[in-house]
């Protein structure tokens, strides 16, 4: 173990010792677009593109800095600075390279450049195209300084980082009402579980005195009851519940799809949501003590899976679609992380990196394509006119909904494999019905985007886009093909790597078969794949008319189970009146009552004191000599 921070050998690997450039490189970035962006124009871009790719060249250096130091050595400490001393307790500035934060770097910094170039492309001519890779750099900044913290202190400054970054670029076009409003729900709303969060942080230090994470690791099972460790897993989740999007708190992700689309990629890919996942894992060792945190964990993913699976099947907008999949699959990294999977839960997290910022880029390419335009109503027969585009998105579609070899298949199958062969029968059978859903409404989109006739004069004269877009979906469809090759079973790749880090993937010896396991697996994804075929490609069934038939069920899914409309009737409403009440009654009619009260009782005594201050000398004699004369009497009288 090499630790500059607790006084031992430094590294002699000199590529270790630079680990603060990959956060550095694009503070850089943002802080020379934030001031200087105007002069430089388009070359404010490429500037952005250059920090990233800078970034990743680094981070590969460190990661295999870490690769060639011995398996049971392989971690790295960077002291960067003192930070908070307050009594016993001492949080520094320090960056931590493990495992799990050098495959989190990677996929941060590689999908963020790949993005990068694509919004290059997809900004030009935008009014403020500058402005907007200063925040793009920043939000890739504080989401390495969030996986590359050595404590939850460091954690957290990335984690309300990327709160602020994503209020940034969600609302980037704020001068329209819907997107400034889409820009403060995701910041109020995550602010719920960030507060929760803290306070978790709070009982962390009061149970540890700390917030380094090799001292709550190493004390963890000796310090905490198991009462304690579910309040702090319990809290900690709430935070992730919050930036990932689940369940009761993710009725913001949909709704940020008012960003510009490399923001949406952005933010589903490499950074904010995939952060939840990361947190959870890293702090397992507390996690693990707690089988109600890891049931509460498991249950939510699942559940958050499903329900989101049926809302995407009711969207028309191609990018709200991939907003309620995101969650979705967000949802079963939590069922992997609950079943203590953690690797699969991380493999799953690369997988979808891949996948989904490649449809995310790829529905900006069909945007772009065809001025703007987002319903899958007036789309089809795009594979015609942007063939890239059509073929990579329709690559990643099937790598999300689960077919073999690409990375889906490998990810989902090894959660629902983890959960059967241990006998967890309930979460299989859900997680399958999930995996279903998935592959229904991936195959509905590409069979009305992509496939059939054009169902509108837009799609009839849609074009591809410039190579600066389609070169990075290309880029991106190798990766979905090809990152199964990191499987998470015990031999896989990814497996051993973490394995120091997130223990061995738990493998139960009861079960379905391995071939008959498959066999299923396979039936579930073509079953949803040609369900979607008959409906919405064949041209057999009229998907319109059937809508029209079952308008309950749709408006139902088309509305996210009326969840804001709850929240608005419960919370959103109340809240305004008890604000009008506070401002309108109580601050208005009490507060300031009290307060114009007292200024006119001075008034009013003013008054009296400029009939009694008249000037003149004679007044002042006068008042002289009877104040002398009612002094003799009162004293005569006392005598």
Known sequence: MVAESVGLVPDPNQAMQVLWLVPLLPLVGAVINLFVSKRLGKAAGWLAVVMMALSFAVAVLAVKGLLDAPEGERLFLKHLSDWISVGSLRVNFDLRLDALSATMILVVTGIGTLIHVYAIGYMDGDGRFGRFFAYLNLFVFFML??????????????????????????????????????????????????????????????????????????????????????????????????????????????????????????????????AGVYLVVRMHPVFDLSPVALTVVTVTGLVTAIYAGTCALGQ?????????????????????????????????????????????????????????????????????????????????????????????????????????????????????????????????????????????????????????????????????????????HPEGLLATFLEPISGLVPEGSEGLSTPVFYVVALLVTFGGLGTAWFVY?????????????????????????????????????????????????????????????????????AGVGRNIQTGFVRTYAAAVFVGAIAIVVYVGFRL
């Open 145 to 274: 300084m969030l996986v590359l913290g050595a404590n939850l202190l460091v954690l957290y400054l990335g984690w309300e980082g990327v709160g602020l970054c994503s209020y940034l670029l969600i609302g980037f076009w704020f001068d329209k009402t819907a997107n400034a409003n889409a820009a403060k729900k995701a910041f109020v709303t995550t602010r719920v579980g960030d507060t929760l969060m803290l306070v978790g942080l709070a009982v962390v230090v009061m149970k540890f005195g700390t917030l380094d994470y090799e001292v709550i690791f190493g004390a963890a099972g000796s310090t905490l009851t198991k009462s304690a460790a579910t309040v702090i897993s319990l809290l900690l989740f709430a935070g992730a519940v919050g930036k990932s999007a689940q369940l009761p708190l993710h009725v913001w992700l949909p709704d940020a799809m008012a960003g510009p689309t490399p923001v949406s990629a952005l933010i589903h890919a490499a950074t904010m949501v995939t």
């Open 316 to 488: 028309d907008d191609i990018k709200r679609v991939l907003a309620y999949s995101t969650i979705s699959q967000l949802g079963f990294m939590f069922l992997a992380a609950g079943l203590k999977a953690y690797s699969a839960a991380i493999f799953f997290l690369v997988a979808h990196a891949f996948y989904k910022a490649l449809m995310f880029l790829g529905a900006g390419s069909v945007m772009h394509g065809m001025h703007e335009e987002t319903d899958l109503k007036v789309m089809g027969g795009l594979w015609r006119r942007m063939p890239y585009t059509a073929i990579t998105f329709t690559l990643g579609a099937l790598a999300l909904s689960g077919v073999p070899p690409l990375a889906g298949f490998f990810a989902k199958d090894a959660v629902l494999e983890i959960a059967q062969s241990n006998s967890e029968w309930g979460y299989y059978f859900l997680g399958t019905l999930a995996a279903f859903i998935s592959a229904l409404y991936m195959g509905r989109l590409i069979f009305l985007a992509f496939y059939g006739t054009a169902r509108s004069e837009a799609a009839e004269h849609a074009h591809e886009s410039p190579p600066v877009m389609w070169i990075p979906l290309v880029l991106l469809a190798v990766g979905a093909v090809t990152v199964g090759a990191l499987a998470t």
């Open 537 to 605: 490609g064949s041209g057999r069934v009229d998907w319109l008319s059937l809508r029209v038939r079952l308008a309950p069920l749709h408006r139902l899914f088309a509305n996210g189970w009326y969840i804001d409309e709850y929240y608005a009737a419960l919370i959103v409403t109340p809240g305004k009146a008890i604000a009008a009440f506070t401002a309108y009654r109580i601050d208005v009619g009490f507060i300031d009552g009290i307060v114009n009260g007292i200024g006119s009782a001075f008034r009013r005594l």
